[in-house]
């Protein structure tokens, strides 16, 4: 199975700051990579997928890039409804592994 | 509007079926490139992949877990079901079926999830 290693476990910003989380693959996932997100009580929604393509609704202060095994999700000007954990999800081969995810709280 | 809903037993004991059923509306699984998989969330903890079931009735499974599930759909391509044997304490999950479709293959889709508690 392709291991997904998320970083960080936890993150603490302020309102308005921009915020990295990482995500890195055992093997090569040819930009087959997404990013959920997952509030308190509810279901993920996906936010990016192939690596850096946002889903329909998600707003534009959220972005994805990375390649090869190592990628990253990006937050611009953290509003307070982003408070959430994260997951990264490899698509590329069966079985489809997620990350241990990203809990995002405002400081 | 798409939709998918799961229900389930709520808590059932160890050694016994799990028996589980997601009921969805806004697309039909006979639609060529359709699937519907199945993941679930310990509580406090990641997701896990189970298994799937495409538009063409082919059945695809997470290898850790093979040997105890068992995807399956109704006649009318609206329901999607899942047993797992011999559950565990470890079974314990919020149980989530989710849509991918062609060309992404992404979960876009998911429903609210139902919370399956294994206990004697």
């Known amino acids: 199975d392709i291991q997904m290693t998320q970083s960080p476990a936890s993150l603490s910003a302020s309102l308005g700051e921009t915020v990295t989380i990482e995500c890195l693959a055992s093997?090569?996932?040819?930009?087959?990579l997404a990013w959920y997100q997952q509030k308190p009580g509810k279901s993920p929604q996906l936010l990016i997928y192939?690596?850096?393509s946002l889903n329909d609704g998600v707003p534009s202060r959220f972005s994805g890039s990375g390649s090869g095994t190592q990628y990253s999700l990006k937050i611009n000007s953290l509003q307070s409804e982003d408070v959430s954990i994260y997951f990264c999800?490899?698509?590329?081969?069966?079985?489809?592994?997620f990350g241990a995810g990203t809990k995002l709280e405002l400081k | 509007q798409v939709t998918l809903k799961e229900s389930g037993p709520g808590m059932l004991q160890p050694s016994k079926t799990l028996s589980l059923t997601c009921s969805f509306s806004?697309?039909?699984?006979?639609?060529?490139?359709?699937?519907v998989s199945w993941i679930r969330q310990p509580s406090g903890k990641s997701l896990e992949w189970l298994a799937a079931?495409?538009?063409?009735?082919?059945?695809y499974y997470n290898p850790s877990l093979k040997s105890r599930l068992t995807v399956s759909k109704d006649t009318s391509n609206t329901q999607v079901f899942l047993k797992i044997t011999s559950v565990d304490i470890a079974d314990t999950a919020t149980y989530y079926c989710?849509?991918?479709?062609?060309?992404?293959?992404?979960?876009?889709?998911w429903g609210q999830g139902v919370m399956v508690t294994v206990s004697s």
């Open positions: 806004g697309f039909s699984l006979s639609t060529s490139g359709m699937v």
């Open positions: 989710a849509r991918r479709v062609f060309p992404t293959y992404y979960f876009d889709y």
């Open positions: 079931i495409d538009w063409d009735g082919d059945k």
């Open positions: 999800q490899q698509n590329y081969d069966s079985p489809y592994t």
């Open positions: 192939y690596a850096n």
């Open positions: 093997e090569d996932i040819y930009s087959n």
